[in-house]
């Protein structure tokens, strides 16, 4: 049985291969090499791409961003590297030990994943100075439009009264499908409901470690050798806009110019 690479900081489940493959309907043999197959021949005719090495895992994680559909990874790719061109200063390589931390917050991803296969983002307001024009640029542009990370649920700890009414509020404005998202526990124990114990660190009454230092252990595995290494790496996955194709429509629309994918209906 295939198994995900041990990483540096972040834990998976023996299963959690297959599981996210068979949730997007790529768990059939042969299914995921087929798209990552397609995706590489349409990378080599991408005259505007200034690297066409992305390596097979990394396809695969934009594979499953995508939901499994080969034309979304093709359009998110794109994106990725066109967003370094565009916000350049969120993409930089550095050493996260020298460089200066927000003091707004706290953040990092929990090492463990929850038994749904889950990861678990956290973000803990410490201060106030927070700017917030930067980071909302960051997000759509780079994390919504680019990478494709998607939310199943925010949950929000807190015993305010007024941040239960404004999430209620929220929720009228944004829809039952993305308004049910949102969830405001005010206590620990109604946490506990969605996140097991496992996952969450000590302070929160979990099993993990503390969270300041969890975020050294996140930070400790950002500024191996081994991943500053990679990220030099990936400073080439960029886009020459003057080798772009002029065709946007038929490509955005049409499908042309690309890879097609041959369906056989029985």
Known sequence: ???LHEDLFLEYRPDTLQAVRKLY??????????????????IKKQKHFTNKEFG??????????????VER?????????????LVPEFIATINVKEFKPIPAFVDLFLPKLTPDHDRVYMLKFVGKELNKCSLLDLYKRGILEA????FKALHLLTPSRVVDTLVTFLKLLTGQKMGDRFIVNSTLETLYEFMPKEV???????EAKPYLKLQEDF???????????YMMKTKDYKTDESLRSVDKFKEQYMGIPGTFRNINLD
């Open 1 to 3: 049985m295939q198994t």
């Open 25 to 42: 309907d790529m768990d059939k043999a042969g299914s995921m090499d087929e798209a990552i197959n397609i995706i590489e021949e349409w």
């Open 56 to 69: 097979k895992e990394y396809l695969e994680r934009l594979i499953i961003a995508s939901k499994g559909s």
């Open 73 to 85: 990874t093709k359009n998110r790719l794109d994106k990725i590297c066109t967003s370094r061109n």
């Open 147 to 150: 990478f494709g990370v998607r």
């Open 200 to 206: 969450l660190p000590y302070k929160y009454g979990g």
């Open 219 to 229: 930070h400790e595995a950002l500024s191996s050798k081994e991943f500053i290494e």
